[in-house]
Structures are given as structure tokens and as C-alpha cells.
């Protein structure tokens, strides 16, 4: 896991023994709730598709976090965008996450999460965000090395 400040970011990556495509279909798996230890449940309008709005319930520390998250880009089995905005002290932030598929080999990848914070007072929630966006993505990322070793 590498953290920045500037801006407030996490990034992460994980190898998998699955080409890029098979790793892109495991993950906008509708019904990956059942395998998948970061998911409580996921929601979506239209798929992974630009534009769609997924509504995900994370599992963290804390208990249930659900948040709604618009799609800005998707591009099979290389990248997905996922944005989202909240409020803190009556101005808005956003948080935007990144999925990247990389081809390593003929049957490897590379999946990649980058999770960045952005906002007036960013710095405020940063701590308390950190921390729960890293169980996430931990619990993702590891929940799809175990699902892809399944296959």
C-alpha cells in the first residue's frame, strides 16, 4: 500500500494468474457479494457501463459503509473509474477510484486500485478515510486473488 498526501491518495496492486480479461469479469461480477469479503451487496443501474450509478455496501471495521458511486469510465478489461461526492463542513469532496487491468503475461495481470481524496478540507477526514478505504481494499484485493485462484 503507498500512501501520498499530495494529493491524499492509496495505491495498491495485486498479481494475478488470470489474463486481464478474465480478472476485468471477476470484478463487475454482479453477484461477487457472494465471494467477495469487501461487498455486503452491490447495486447497479446499467452494469459497469460510462454513466452507470452503483450503489456498493462495503464490509469494513466499523460495520456497513454504503456509498453511491457514478462510473466516469469504463474500459474493458483496462480501466474503470468510480466517483463519488460527500459533504464536510457544508463543502462538497470528492473521492474517486481507480481499477487498472494490466496484462503481465499471456495468463497474468496486474489489478491496480487507486483511491484519491480531493476537497477544501480534505485533510480533516483523510485520517479516518485512510483507514477505512485501506481494509477495502485489502479485503478486494485479496477477496479476488482467492476467487481467481478458484478458477
Known sequence: ?????????????????????????????????????ALQSLEATLGFHTGSMLTLQFQTLRGALKTKLEVIESSPAHSLVLQSHFRHLLFQHTEQWVVRFHKQETQHSLVEFQYVLSGPFAARVWQEKKLIVNNILNLWLESLKLQSERL
Do not use: C, R, T, Y
Not at 499530495?6 to 488470470?18: W, Y
Not at 470484478?27 to 469479503?37: D, E
Open 1 to 37: 500500500m503507498i500512501e501520498s498526501n499530495s494529493p491524499f491518495s492509496l495505491h495498491v496492486g495485486i498479481h494475478l494468474k488470470i489474463p486481464s480479461q478474465m480478472a476485468w469479469d471477476l470484478f463487475i461480477q454482479s453477484n461477487q457479494a457472494k465471494w467477495n469479503h
